[in-house]
């Protein structure tokens, strides 16, 4: 039909059928051809492989595990369907566990921002010598967990460590840091926080840094104050960058484990039991892989909003 | 409200004498243009009146303050920038607004200033857009805005227009004109651009090598430079510049190398010196044989003008503006004649006054 020759004298619907035709012809150059997608899979095996091995089936292993009952090996014995979950949702224990991943994740956010900001914004002054106190501001990016953690320990020691010493020059009362199951959780709060501010002020800094100076200069002449010009240039400059790191903040707190497992084990009294650390109890003291399973899955789903999120909203906000 | 500079000098730790015996007035009202080549350091100068960058010697006034150390708020003046410094983040009348809501003026007053800046440069329409949704052009003018809405009576402008496309330039260019007629600011424009100089100043500093060549109005800057350097630097195209040596004959006649000859009323004042004619001051034809002194290298068509580029016996080229088109091939021999508007500069550059009428001979 299409090599009619009344197809020259261009009717209407001939040249759609035409150009459909033409617009499939230059598609199917595009796609693959046998060789491309062997070549493909050459490329992605790899990382299919290795996600594969240690991310999809584990994943999918832990759902399935999650439905069943198991026994101390772990071998799944009888299904259940969803009641691991709706038992967790209505143990008081672990919803203390929540609660208190929450006190603490949130806690652990705001702390970090604020002073990460602070020492940001602090260090981006032009001064003599504030190379040093710039290397100093980011150096605990280098301290590993288990290293802060002894570190602080020392500190908290309630005999021999600096803040009881502290406390004995001045007369205070003496704090419990480490069993008492308030100062537990501020102990954890303070250590996490110092161990995420190198990290924190490194990314803020670079985003204070990458404001153009003449938006600050702009705003002296017509006679914005320091203060002003921080609240008005400064933050809403560096947004992105500040809900970035808030949200990556935030999830290295749902995961925190190494230091809770070196500083308190989830105590005193279930007060720093927070929900990777019930998982591993649960599966690895207590043997109840069906309900670590669920357990991890809630935090998936936990995370997942969070990060879900992040996209959402630095995709809205990336160019202003 | 008035400037006044007196020996201004900047020293940065790693240069000295950046800017050195900077002295001017710049009158109340008046469009004051700061001109030179890259690297003068004229948008240091600028940014030390707005008190940006801090003065090494020397004393910088407002009216009859002297306002070395106070912050640049408080020496109540406005700037634009040449990339504009506007905030991404807020709209164009938030842009407009800013140093309003930073002086926490009465909202009902920051409504009414914004609105009638944003009327005055076209952009009430575009109230609500975002900068990075707007044009080179419409920026540049939330940057105008931003400098009528602050109401200070003086406005620092550092190379506002180079951001933009010729055409818009040209348009802009008349808008600030307009707007700075029209509130009475005393603007103080820096620009690299001579053009621009020239068609809006009142007066024109030309900045060179740390110091100030000249001050004037554009004709005095264009028909009386003071040395070779401002004369190259205003028109287009440039001015053609040619050694000359005084007559061992006759102390009366100057010789352009050999092509040229000029006889004086009185003795030439040195014995090197050259001689400054501005392309549309010379004369071409076409000759034959000894009467020849030049030979024809390329033409330039512009329309109403034709650029004739030649190369004189002696080596030099040297540029013609001749009126309408000129049809002269390549390689053809001409006659080059001047005789008037021509400048006399000493060896080093520094023009030499000659009161009497001079003539070129071929």
Known sequence: MLKSPASGSSTAPINQAETKAKIEASEKDFSLNAKDKYYALLFLGPSLLILGVFIFYPMFKTLYLSLFLTNTVGKPTVFVGLSNYINLLTSADYLNSLAVTMVYVLAVTALTIALGLLLASLASKKLAGIGIFRTLFSSTMGVSVSVAAIFWLFIFNPSTGFLSLVSTWLHLPMIGWLTDPMWAMVAVIITTVWMNLGFTFLILFGAIQSVPTTLYEAASIEGASSRFQFFHITIPSISPTLFFVSIVTLIDGFKSFGLIDLMTKGGPTNATNMLVYRIYKDAFYSGNFAQASAESLILTVIIALFTLLQFKVLEKRVNY | MSITLNNVRKDYDSETEVLKDISVNVETGEFFVIVGPSGCGKSTLLRMIAGLTPITAGEVKIDDTVVNDLPPKARKLTMVFQNYALFPFLSVWDNV?????????????????????????????????????????????????????????????????????????????????????????????????????????????????????????????????????????????????????????????????????????????????????????????????????????????????????????????IHVVVPGKADFRNYEPIKVTADSNLMFFDATGKRIDISKEAYVHA
């Open chain 2, 97 to 317: 607004a800013f140093g309003l809501k930073a002086r926490k003026l009465a909202t009902d007053d920051i409504n009414a200033r914004v609105k009638e800046a944003l009327k005055m440069v076209n952009l009430t329409d575009l109230a609500k857009r975002k900068p990075r949704e707007l044009s080179g052009g419409q920026r540049q003018r939330v940057a105008l805005a931003r400098a009528v809405a602050s109401d200070a009576k003086i406005c620092l402008m550092d190379e506002p227009l180079s951001n933009l496309d010729a055409q818009l330039r040209i348009k802009m260019r008349q808008e600030i004109y307009a707007l700075q007629r029209k509130l009475g600011l005393t603007l103080i424009y820096v620009t690299h651009d001579q053009v621009e100089a020239m068609t809006m100043a009142d007066h024109i500093m030309v900045l060179n090598d740390r110091h100030v060549q000249q001050i004037g109005t554009p004709s005095e800057i264009y028909q009386n430079p003071r040395n070779d350097f401002v004369a190259k630097f205003f028109g287009t195209p440039q001015i053609n510049i040619l050694p000359a040596t005084r007559s061992e004959e006759n102390s009366h006649m100057v010789n352009v190398s050999s092509d040229l000859q000029i006889v004086l009323d009185e003795e030439a004042p040195a014995e090197n010196l050259q001689i400054g004619i501005r392309p549309d001051d010379m004369k071409v034809q076409l000759a034959e044989g000894v009467d020849a002194n030049a030979v024809v290298k390329n033409t330039e068509f512009l329309g109403d003008q034709t650029i004739v580029y030649a190369t004189l016996n002696s080596g030099n080229d």
